[in-house]
């Protein structure tokens, strides 16, 4: 790194073309100023730029780029980690593990799942960090306090909190099934984390909730609501006074002025936030694993790919799988980002 | 505050005058339960956590609603459990305690080392493709974990590095450094031109620059990107899972956990226990530099 970047002290200087030029030695302190530096200035931050991006560059490549191309490959050819290592990279082509990944039982349903699973926590958490940034706006008594603890659910380890969730949920000896049956008079524990799907009667009428599914989309809101709430704050924060004392003067009320006027604020980080959020959630492996082990109809894809790769050793079709679920997220993303992202831009 | 409702354009308010009023009334009262319900959600699973972790497994079975411990309930000995070595009986979180530092602080240094040339060249220099490979920087963040999972597998299976704590440490590298440098980056641009120029008119060669005086001067941001960075890798649990799970030796605290909770039987309050062991050190480092940390993630935020 350090022999290819041979940069001169004048490199920086010459940015700045009002500055006299500095190329100390070459044009004596008498002789005429010769106009060549500015294109050599110029090449030289071309120069030292490429340098110092380079290591960088380099990292991203090996650690990611090309392990990312390899899966392309290996979705497309007959591998098992056993023979993995006479294997050449290329060769053996074939569209059996594409094909079987839409043929394979149970597909379409996990990517239902996930599809569920992906936007409910999403919604969940940002709607939920943003009411938590409304609440928390204006300076109160141990603000700062909650604002840090309020981190606590995204910055705590993954493996820890969810067995906390996992036991608290218990049916033998959690404290909200404990609670539950003599605070609101729940007849049976329920067992929150293993049932697919839990009949509920209200006014009469009989509905069957997914309930593992619907705590896991909690657990993902709770883990990270914090995270929206974070980016939402400082947004907020940054709206000038001014625009909400007007609305306020023209006699908007609370509701008004969050519609017309701190919504629009806040619409392109919102925006940003779920399409962060809903990329992350899709392709979550831990929190599922960890909560329900992919079972009870918490079967997302990521679950999926892992089970192909550890317990079969069917290094293809792994890939396969998740090949197909990260060029679902490009497509939906692709139609996010065609048909609505400009709306949300005009509307800021 | 509330006179300013007596709207200057008057007599129709009358109406909205009390919407206004019982609003402001509600969302008085609202606000207070919010922040209340989110300080129940955030704090009462660490609590619980906590509880469980000093009491004895036959007083939560006997009374699994009971909020508090009793004095002579209270035990430390699910502690001494999951720390003592494995030779002795224990669970041998000490040992996966050093493994997970060891990991994580190389994840820190590799990170840095990888990112800071990169975000350097990104932010203060104008060179061919400088913003193709800035998006693709970006890029990579959006990359799932589960198409580098199985070739990185593969990779270390082939390579030898499979249960070795050097290659999580890169593996790690991955899933750090687009943010790291997203966030050091924000900070360079802070720094003003002229500072360089001095150095520059001072004689320094351009990296003698950035070690000399923007390193330094960058310290909180590279202290934050460092913390961010350590916080992924000590809780991280997929990669460790895939790549350690044959060598408990080798195993870092969350897997260790999730081992240990899958494996054979072992009390509840022990598994709190070792969740306390795991949570603390990110909970005390996250602590000691919030601000640090919120500032250097969400600046920009404002901007965009």
């Known amino acids: ?348 | 505050m509330s006179a300013a409702h007596t709207s200057p354009r008057g007599r129709p308010a009358a109406r909205r005058f009390s919407r206004a009023r019982f609003e402001e009334r509600l969302f008085g009262v609202l606000r207070w339960v919010v922040i209340a319900f989110l300080a129940v959600i955030t704090l009462a699973p660490f609590s619980y956590m906590l509880l469980l972790s000093v009491k004895p497994i036959d007083a939560l079975l006997l009374d699994p609603g009971r909020l508090w411990v009793s004095a002579e309930d209270f035990t430390l000995s699910t502690y001494r459990e999951v720390l003592k070595p494995t030779s002795e009986g224990g669970q041998g979180f000490v040992h996966m305690l050093a493994n997970s530092a060891l990991v994580s602080l190389g994840a820190v240094v590799l990170t840095l080392l990888a990112a800071i040339p990169g975000a350097y060249a990104v932010s203060r220099l104008k060179f061919f493709g400088g913003r193709q490979v800035s998006a693709l920087f970006l890029a990579v963040y959006l990359f799932p974990a589960t198409l580098l999972a199985v070739p990185l597998f593969v990779m270390f299976a082939k390579m030898g590095l499979q249960g070795s704590l050097v290659g999580l440490a890169i593996v790690y590298i991955a899933q750090t450094v687009p943010v790291s440098i997203y966030m050091m980056k924000n900070y360079f641009v802070t720094i003003p031109y002229s500072i360089e120029e001095a150095a520059a008119l001072d004689g320094c060669s351009r990296l003698q620059t950035v070690r000399k005086v923007i390193l330094p001067l960058a310290a909180p941001s590279l202290m934050a990107t460092g913390l961010y960075v350590f916080m992924i890798a000590w809780n991280e649990f997929l990669f460790a899972l895939l790549f350690l799970a044959a060598q408990p030796d080798k195993w870092t605290v969350s897997l260790g956990l999730q081992q240990l909770a899958g494996g054979i039987e072992v009390s509840k309050t022990v598994l709190m226990a070792g969740s306390v062991v795991l949570t603390i050190p990110v909970v005390l480092l996250f602590f000691a530099a919030e601000r640090l940390l919120t500032e250097g993630l969400t600046s920009g935020a404002d901007k965009s």
């Open chain 1, 1 to 348: 790194m350090s022999t290819t970047s041979p940069t001169p002290p004048g490199a920086a200087a010459a940015r700045s073309p009002q500055r006299p030029p500095t190329d100390d030695g070459r044009t004596g302190p008498g002789g005429p100023p010769k106009r060549r530096r500015p294109p050599t200035g110029a090449a030289r931050e071309n120069r030292a730029g490429l340098a110092f991006v380079t290591p960088t560059f380099l990292v991203v490549l090996v650690v990611v780029v090309l392990p990312i191309l390899w899966t392309v490959l290996l979705a497309f050819q007959h591998a098992r980690l056993v023979d993995i290592q006479g294997m050449s990279l290329f060769g053996d082509w074939t569209l059996d593990n594409v094909t079987g990944v839409f043929t394979s039982p149970g597909f379409w349903a996990s990517l239902w799942t996930t599809l569920l699973y992906t936007i409910g926590a999403t919604a969940g958490s940002v709607v939920l960090g943003l009411v938590a940034a409304l609440a928390l706006r204006r300076p109160f008594r141990g603000r700062g306090l909650l604002r840090g603890s309020m981190l606590l659910p995204y910055v705590a380890p993954v493996v820890a909190v969810a067995f906390v969730w996992e036991i608290a949920l218990s049916p033998q000896f959690g404290i909200v099934n404990e609670w539950g049956g003599t605070l609101l008079g729940w007849d049976d524990p329920i067992a929150f984390l293993s049932t697919r799907s839990f009949d509920v009667s209200l006014l009469g009428l009989h509905f069957d909730i997914p309930l593992a599914l619907l705590t896991v989309v909690a657990f993902e809101t709770w883990r990270y609501f914090p995270f929206a709430f974070l980016f939402l704050l400082a947004r907020l924060q940054a709206v000038p006074d001014g625009l909400e004392e007007a609305a306020k003067v023209d006699g908007a009320t609370h509701t008004q002025r969050f519609r017309y006027v701190l919504l629009p604020q806040l619409m392109p980080v919102i925006a940003l936030l779920c399409v962060l959020r809903f990329i992350m959630t899709f392709n979550k492996f831990d929190d599922v694993y960890l909560l329900t082990g992919g079972g009870s109809g918490t079967d997302v894809v990521a679950v999926r790919v892992y089970d192909f790769l550890t317990a079969r050793f069917d290094v293809g079709a792994a890939a396969a799988q998740a090949l197909v679920l990260a060029a679902f997220l490009t497509v939906l993303l692709g139609v996010y980002f065609t048909f609505f992202a400009k709306k949300v831009q005009e509307e800021a």
